[in-house]
Structure formats: C-alpha cells, structure tokens
C-alpha cells in the first residue's frame, strides 16, 4: 500500500482532526454517489476505496501506538465495514460498531442533529440497536433507511436478516400440540366427568 499519509494529503504529524478533515473531505469529493452515470465512476469507486483503506491505516497506526494490543490490530472486517456507499460524516460510527464500541457509536447517533438523520442515520441506529438486542426496534429502522434508500443493499440486508429473526419472537406463547391445547383438554375432561355420573 502507499503511504496512507500522501494518499490524503497530510503530514504524518497531523492531528487525528486534520487526519479526519482530510478525509471527510476526499470522501465527499470522490464518493461514488457524484459520479453516477460518468464514464469515470469505476475510478472514483476506486479512488474511495483507496481513500477508505488509507484512512483505516492511519486509525489503526495511532491506536496501535496509544493502545498497544487493543483494537488498532484487529481491523474491522464486518457486515458493517466503511463501504463507498456510506456517508462520510458517520464513518467513525461506523468504525466504533466494528470494533465494539456500541456506547460510543450510540452517543454519536443520539447527538446526531435532526437535519442530519438519513438513511445512513437510520441503518447504523438499527446495527446498535441489534448488538443491543432491540431487535423490534431495529426492524423498525431498518426498514425506515430501507424506504429511504431502496436500491442500498447493505440496508436490505440488515433489514432481511432482522425479519428472519422476528418471524422466531412472533410464534405464539401457546402451540397446539396434535391438534389440542389446554381449553381442548379441559373441555374433554367436562365431557368425561359429565359421561361418568
């Protein structure tokens, strides 16, 4: 890989905020989602995941050097991982998911202003909520970023795999079993006690 440093412009000195600025600011300049329907899209697929993948080194790199052993060594390789189609502005959402840190990603959606509550917003609410085990509340805002984004298959997924799981909660409490439940038995034992006298 080249170095991550040049790939967005900034000083192996810079400062985690100058790193991510940098960042935000390739991000928006190359997401895919600018060139759709351009000859050059293949490109600026490219260029993202270029940008994506430098971006996680430097992550890694410094957490590597506050953290020793901790998760700066693991990378983040999950369903939740900094695709192109994400928005930039929550990929360090993205980024605490991945790497356990529901509370931090949560707090970040919680404070997240009104205007800035997309689908990317309602998707990533519904990953903490399923790594908290809402998975109702999940399912309801899956299926929101879904309606928002119907063409985002990272969204249709989660979504999908959310309704398999509801349809095992939903099962009624009380299944016949051959055809008889507890009103079917106190009912024969009536028939039977009244045949008897």
């Known amino acids: 890989m080249k170095d ?48 994506n993948d430098a971006y996680d080194e430097i992550l890694k790199m410094r957490a590597g050097k506050s953290e020793g052993a901790g998760y700066g060594n693991t990378g983040y390789q999950s369903s939740y991982s900094g695709s192109a189609s994400g928005d930039p502005y929550f990929y360090e959402v993205r980024q605490n998911i991945n790497n356990g840190r529901i509370k931090e990603a949560e707090a970040f ?15 990533l609410t519904a990953c903490v909520l399923t790594k908290k085990g809402y998975y109702f509340d999940a399912l309801r805002l899956a299926d929101t970023a879904c309606n928002m984004a119907p063409d985002n298959r990272e969204y249709a997924a989660l979504r999908d795999n959310l309704r398999r799981q509801s349809n095992g909660y939903s099962r009624p409490a009380q299944q016949n079993v051959a055809g008889c439940n507890m009103c079917d038995c106190c009912t024969a034992l009536i028939c039977l006690d009244c045949m008897c006298r």
């Open 4 to 51: 991550p440093y040049r790939i967005l412009g900034v000083s192996p000195n810079a400062t985690n905020e100058e790193v991510k600025n940098a960042y935000r600011e390739l991000a928006k300049k190359y997401h895919p989602d600018n060139y759709a329907n351009s000859p050059i899209a293949d490109v600026a697929e490219e260029k993202m995941k270029e940008i």
């Open 109 to 123: 959606l919680n404070n997240t202003p009104t205007e800035r509550r997309n689908s990317e917003w309602c998707f």
